[in-house]
């Protein structure tokens, strides 16, 4: 089965913050699932993306998705899941590693960053992530 994964995380009310994610799984059956959530109550922007992609393709998983693309706006979690940057930030470290992990369980992955203005599904996830976040902590 082929899908297309949308993926971002957002860090709000700023960056170190509540790090947050959203992704969309379009599956080529016609069926999409979303999911959002908290990726840590004091993280980075990157920390939310890199959740973001790996739960995405943990669920992808979950659901017999054997090839997929998974697209996000940020140029460093893709480039670095390229081979094209080098992961340096110790605290991404671990979590590009469980994604390159997850990665060897498609049979064809294919990763490719696209504008923001084409992530908009996705990025809304992440918002609403960090809005029921702060509401359920009043």
């Given amino acids: 089965m082929k899908a297309i994964i949308y993926f971002d995380g957002a860090c709000l009310p700023s960056n170190p913050g509540i790090s947050c994610y959203g992704f969309v799984i379009e599956i080529e059956n016609g069926k999409r699932i979303s999911e959002y959530g908290i990726a840590t109550p004091n993280g980075t922007n990157n920390v939310g993306e890199y959740v ?33 940057y080098k992961v340096k930030a110790q605290n991404l470290i671990p979590l590009y590693q469980k994604a390159k992990e997850l990665s060897k369980a498609f049979k064809k992955i294919e990763f490719k960053w696209i504008p923001r203005e084409q992530n908009k599904e996705a990025d809304k996830l992440a918002e609403k992530a960090y809005l029921e976040y702060i509401t359920s902590s009043k």
Avoid: C, R, Y
């Fill in 52 to 84: 973001a992609l790996i739960k995405s393709m943990e669920k992808a998983l979950s659901i017999g998705i054997t090839e997929v693309e998974i697209k996000g706006d940020s140029q460093l979690v893709i480039n670095q899941m390229l081979g094209i």
